[in-house]
DNA sequence: ATGGCTTAGGTGCTAAGA
């Protein structure tokens, strides 16, 4: 079994990459963040005429969540319950017996923003709707744009970094308690693949993905029933190769069977 | 190297992203 994230930003603008990418990449289920899309606009018709089931959580401009697959999706849920939140931030299903919840997490923008304590109360609010839904799956996956870089050498420069937005303690705090569920970030299981992806975002300003000055930002987070049957989790860097592309690339965890 | 890009909304620019 396959499954991949993708901050695709926007999905009018990315439907054909996506749907190029997925006959190239035959995934079981690919969740995407950042669609930018109301549900009226949805390419619904498209992606099901290419083969596929979709579920889908949007909003004007900002935001937007879904879920795509070649097999039946499941149990749709919108949103952290109990959680307000105008945003369309999280879709969670069940797809082959997996649990699978699909995060766009805030990004904060700075320290001193508004947008910081939304982001780790948000955060806090996923633990805590992860921790319910680990009552009812033992088979589960959390995956999306973190907007948080793991480690010191999840990002290009960590001097520059470490400390800042996307890499401050609060932030890491909260992911490892995500982590203290019981879930592993399936990308570390795989550090030393030679072919190994060191980051999953580059800016779109100065050439950064030319001169690899990224950030690790997409995580695939797993129950030890998955984790036990992870063979592999990477970015699929060739997806940032050419013209329309996100400034995000897929990260696809592997399971055998 | 905090933006030199890319998107949405709307029609010239601002807001936002990470």
């Given at each position: 079994m396959k499954i991949t994230t993708w901050n695709v930003n926007s999905l009018k603008v990315r439907l054909p990459h996506v749907l190029e990418w997925l006959e190239a990449n035959p995934v079981d289920a690919l969740a995407l963040q950042e669609t930018k899309l109301t549900n009226?606009?949805?390419?619904?018709?498209?992606?099901?005429?290419?083969?596929?089931s979709v579920a889908f959580n949007g909003q004007k401009t900002y935001n937007g969540v879904a879920i795509i697959s070649p097999h039946a999706i499941e149990d749709v849920q919108f949103d952290i319950p109990n959680f307000e939140d105008e945003q369309k931030r999280v879709i969670a299903a069940t797809v082959q017996g997996v649990r699978i919840i699909g995060c766009y997490v805030p990004n904060g923008q700075a320290l001193d923003s508004d947008k910081y304590p939304y982001k780790l109360g948000w955060l806090d609010a996923l633990r805590d709707y992860v921790a319910d839904e680990l009552t009812r799956h033992e088979q589960l996956v959390v995956l999306g744009d973190f907007n948080i870089v793991p480690r010191p050498e999840d990002s290009y420069n960590p001097a520059k970094w470490e400390g800042d937005i996307f890499c401050s303690p609060p932030e890491r705090q909260r992911l490892q308690a995500l982590i203290d569920l019981g879930l592993t970030d399936t990308w570390t299981m795989f550090d030393e693949r030679e072919d190994k992806a060191r980051f999953t975002w580059w800016d779109y300003r100065g050439g950064?993905?030319?001169?690899?000055?990224?950030?690790?930002?997409?995580?695939?987070?797993?129950?030890?029933?998955?984790t036990e049957r992870c063979t592999d989790c990477n970015g699929d860097v060739k997806a940032r190769y050419g013209k329309q592309r996100s400034d995000h690339i897929p990260v696809t965890a592997v399971f055998r069977k």
């Open positions: 009226e606009n949805f390419p619904r018709e498209e992606i099901e005429a290419a083969g596929f950064s993905f030319h001169k690899n000055l990224g950030l690790r930002i997409d995580h695939v987070l797993t129950t030890a029933p998955l």
